[in-house]
T-cell receptor, first 116, second 112 residues
Framework: NAGVTQTPKFQVLKTGQSMTLQCAQD?????MYWYRQDPGMGLRLIYY???????DKGEVPNGYNVSRLNKREFSLRLESAAPSQTSVYFC???????????????FGQGTRLTVV | QKEVEQNSGPLSVPEGAIASLNCTYS??????FFWYRQYSGKSPELIMS????GDKEDGRFTAQLNKASQYVSLLIRDSQPSDSATYLC????????????FGQGTTLQVKP
C-alpha cells in the first residue's frame, strides 16, 4: 500500500524554467492538497481539490497552477520558477468527511525544490 | 492575521515533564482540529484529532478544545527525547470542503 506518492523527491531549477510536481494516492480519497513548507512558516496551503474536477486556491496560490487529472492524481505546475519558490512541497490526501467530522490527511514524502 | 497561530518555540522541557503546546484559530466556523508531529526531514503524521469541546486522551497525549475561546492545546505527559519534533496544529472548516489550514508549528525539545 503506497499511500501518497510524490515525484520527484529532489529538483533543482533555473529561474524561469517550468516543471510539474506529480502526486498520486491509492486510498480512494476525494480531497487532495498541495502545501509548501519554509523554515518557521509551517505548512502553507497552495491549492486544494475537494473532489475530482474541482480545485480551489489556498493561502499562497500565486505562481502555481494545479490539475486534478482524475481521482488519484493531483499535479502542481510552476510555469516560470522563481527563487522565492525554493521550498519543500508536500502533497496530501484525505477522505471527504461529514460536517464536524474531519478525517486524517496523509502526506507524501515531499519534494525538495531549489530554484537558482 | 494568520488563520491558525502557534508559538514557534523552541519549547524545551526535561525528560519526564509535561509539555504544553498551544494553538489559536480565527475562523469561528472551524469544526475539526488536528495535531500533527513532524520529525526533521520527514512528512507530518497525525497524532490527535478533536471535534468537541473538552479533553480527549490517547496514551500520553491529551488534546483540549475550547471553541468559545478559539483555542486548542496538546499536552504530552512523561515527555521523552523521542518526542522532540515540530508539532503542527491544523484546522478545517464547517463544511469540510478540504481546506485544511496549518499553523507554523512549535518545535519541542525534550532534554534527557
Amino acid at each position: 500500500n503506497a499511500g501518497v506518492t510524490q515525484t520527484p523527491k529532489f529538483q533543482v531549477l533555473k529561474t524561469g524554467q517550468s516543471m510539474t510536481l506529480q502526486c498520486a494516492q491509492d486510498m480512494n480519497h476525494n480531497s487532495m492538497y498541495w502545501y509548501r513548507q519554509d523554515p518557521g512558516m509551517g505548512l502553507r496551503l497552495i491549492y486544494y481539490s475537494a473532489s475530482e474536477g474541482t480545485t480551489d486556491k489556498g493561502e499562497v496560490p500565486n505562481g502555481y497552477n494545479v490539475s486534478r487529472l482524475n481521482k488519484r492524481e493531483f499535479s502542481l505546475r510552476l510555469e516560470s520558477a522563481a527563487p522565492s519558490q525554493t521550498s519543500v512541497y508536500f502533497c496530501a490526501s484525505s477522505e471527504e468527511g461529514q460536517v464536524s467530522l474531519g478525517t486524517e490527511a496523509f502526506f507524501g514524502q515531499g519534494t525538495r525544490l531549489t530554484v537558482v | 492575521q494568520k488563520e491558525v497561530e502557534q508559538n514557534s518555540g523552541p519549547l524545551s522541557v526535561p525528560e519526564g515533564a509535561i509539555a504544553s503546546l498551544n494553538c489559536t484559530y480565527s475562523d469561528r466556523g472551524s469544526q475539526s482540529f488536528f495535531w500533527y508531529r513532524q520529525y526533521s526531514g520527514k512528512s507530518p503524521e497525525l497524532i490527535m484529532s478533536i471535534y468537541s469541546n473538552g479533553d480527549k486522551e490517547d496514551g500520553r497525549f491529551t488534546a483540549q478544545l475550547n471553541k468559545a475561546s478559539q483555542y486548542v492545546s496538546l499536552l504530552i505527559r512523561d515527555s521523552q527525547p523521542s518526542d522532540s519534533a515540530t508539532y503542527l496544529c491544523a484546522v478545517t472548516g464547517i463544511w469540510n470542503t478540504g481546506k485544511l489550514i496549518f499553523g507554523q508549528g512549535t518545535t519541542l525539545q525534550v532534554k534527557p
